[in-house]
C-alpha cells in the first residue's frame, strides 16, 4: 500500500485521532459531588463575579479551537466542513503531541463571512484561543481581521501566519549560508493568495525591501487597475519598480524564490536565470513548483520544500504548537507582529553555527523541544508588547 492507502486503513482503525479524557476521577459519592453538583456551583459563581476566573477553574487555560468552513482543506479545495474534518483532528493531534495543547475541531456549516465571524465570537468564551484553518481567500483575511477586534483571546490563521513564521526563519539561516544582507536580496513569491499575502508582509516585517509578488497572471503591480482589494494592498508594498510580466520575468537576477503556488511552474531555465547562490522554497504540496534535484541541477545553492522526503521542510508544525503554547501560558489577548518575529528568530536560532549547512537551515519537524523554545520567545514579546495578562 502506498501512504494515501495507508493512511485510510488507519483512519478507519482510529475512527478518529483525538478523545476527550476525564482529568477528574468519579469513583464515589463525594467524587461527583465535587466535580459535579452540588459542588461544581462554587466555581460557577466564582466565574461570575469574576470573568478571568473562568481560566483558573476550567480547561479554558489550555484549549483552542481549531476551526474551518471547508473551502480550502490541503490541496483539494472547497470540499465541506465535514471532509475538512480529519484535517482539523490531525491539527488537533500536533497540537496536545507537540506542545500539551487541547485542541477541538469545529466544522462550519457556512461560507458567510458575518456568519461565520458571528458563530466563532458567541462559542469563544469557552477557549484560551482561535486557530483558523483552512479558510479560503480572501474571506480568511476579512475573517481573521474582523476577530481580532472582536475577541479578547488569540486569533491565528495557521495558514497564512505559521507558513510566514517557518519560512522567515528558513531564509535567515540560508542567507547566513550564502552571505547575503536580508535587505538587499530579491525575493520572488508565486501565489498571492492568504499564503503568500502573509509571507510577503511578514519577510517586509523581517527586513526584505525588495519585494516582488506574482500570482497566475503575472506580477502585481500597483498600476494595474484590475487588482483585488487584497492584491491592492500588498501591491502598494512591492515591486517599487513597477514591472509587469510573468513569472520568469521576476525571477531574473532574483536570489530568493518563494512558492505557495502549483505543481510544476517553474523550470530550470527559470532557476539558471536567478543569481548566484540562488535559495528556491518551492512548497506546493505534494508536487513542489520544482523539484528540488532540478532546482540543484540548474544552479539554486540552497533548496527547501512542504515535503517531509527532502532536506529543509518547511512545516507549520515547528510554530503553531509553542505559539499557543506560550500565548496561553501568559494569557496573551492577541499574537501580534512582534510574537511572529520573535518565533521566526527563535526557529532560526535553534540551529546552531556548527549544524547550519545546505540541507539543515530548518529544525526537524518531529523535534519536539522546538515547542518549548517558540513558547518562550512569544511570551517574551507578548511581556514587552504589554498583551499578556499573566
Not at 484549549?63 to 470540499?79: K, P, Q
Not at 462559542?123 to 474571506?139: H, K, M, Q, V, Y
Request: hydrophobic residues 45%; contains cysteine; negative net charge.
Amino acid at each position: 500500500m502506498n501512504i494515501r492507502e495507508k493512511s485510510l486503513k488507519k483512519h478507519y482503525e482510529w475512527n478518529g485521532k483525538i478523545e476527550v479524557v476525564s482529568r477528574a476521577t468519579i469513583e464515589t459519592r463525594e467524587d461527583l459531588s465535587l466535580a459535579y453538583t452540588p459542588g461544581v456551583a462554587e466555581p460557577c459563581l466564582e466565574i461570575q463575579k469574576d470573568y478571568t476566573k473562568s481560566f483558573e477553574l476550567t480547561r479554558r487555560n489550555n484549549l483552542v479551537a481549531v476551526i474551518t468552513d471547508g473551502t480550502a482543506v490541503l490541496g483539494l479545495g472547497d470540499i465541506g466542513p465535514e471532509a475538512g474534518m480529519p484535517v482539523m483532528e490531525g491539527k488537533c493531534a500536533l497540537f496536545k503531541s507537540f506542545a500539551d495543547v487541547d485542541a477541538f475541531p469545529i466544522c462550519v456549516r457556512s461560507k458567510d463571512v458575518d456568519e461565520i465571524v458571528r458563530t466563532i465570537y458567541l462559542i469563544s468564551g469557552s477557549f484560551g484561543g482561535i486557530n483558523l484553518e483552512d479558510i479560503s481567500a480572501p474571506r480568511c483575511f476579512e475573517i481573521e481581521r474582523r476577530l481580532k477586534e472582536i475577541c479578547d483571546i488569540p486569533v491565528f490563521h495557521d495558514d497564512q501566519h505559521g507558513t510566514a513564521i517557518v519560512v522567515a526563519a528558513a531564509l535567515i539561516n540560508a542567507l547566513k549560508i550564502v552571505k547575503k544582507d536580508i535587505g538587499t536580496v530579491r525575493v520572488v513569491i508565486n501565489g498571492a493568495g492568504s499564503a503568500g499575502c502573509a509571507i510577503g508582509r511578514h519577510l517586509l516585517n523581517m527586513g526584505v525591501r525588495n519585494l516582488t509578488m506574482v500570482d497566475r497572471f503575472g506580477i502585481i503591480a500597483r498600476d494595474d487597475t484590475t487588482l483585488s482589494d487584497a492584491h491592492k494592498s500588498i501591491a502598494e508594498l512591492t515591486n517599487a519598480e513597477c514591472i509587469h510580466g510573468d513569472l520568469s520575468v521576476a525571477m531574473k537576477g532574483a536570489d530568493v524564490f518563494i512558492g505557495v503556488s502549483a505543481p510544476g511552474v517553474v523550470s530550470g531555465e527559470m532557476v539558471a536565470s536567478m543569481a548566484k547562490d540562488a535559495i528556491v522554497f518551492p512548497m506546493a504540496n505534494p508536487t513542489p513548483e520544482i523539484m528540488p534535484d532540478l532546482a540543484l541541477a540548474a544552479g539554486a545553492r540552497i533548496v527547501g520544500t512542504g515535503r517531509s522526503d527532502f532536506p529543509n521542510q518547511i512545516n507549520n508544525v515547528l510554530a503553531f504548537p509553542g505559539i499557543f503554547r506560550g500565548a496561553l501560558d501568559c494569557r496573551a489577548t492577541m499574537i501580534n507582529e512582534e510574537m511572529k518575529v520573535a518565533t521566526s528568530l527563535a526557529l532560526a536560532n535553534y540551529i546552531s553555527e556548527d549544524e547550519l549547512n545546505e540541507e539543515n537551515i530548518i529544525p526537524s519537524a518531529l523535534d519536539k523541544k522546538v515547542a518549548a523554545v517558540v513558547a518562550q520567545a512569544v511570551m517574551d514579546a507578548a511581556r514587552k508588547t504589554g498583551v499578556n495578562r499573566i
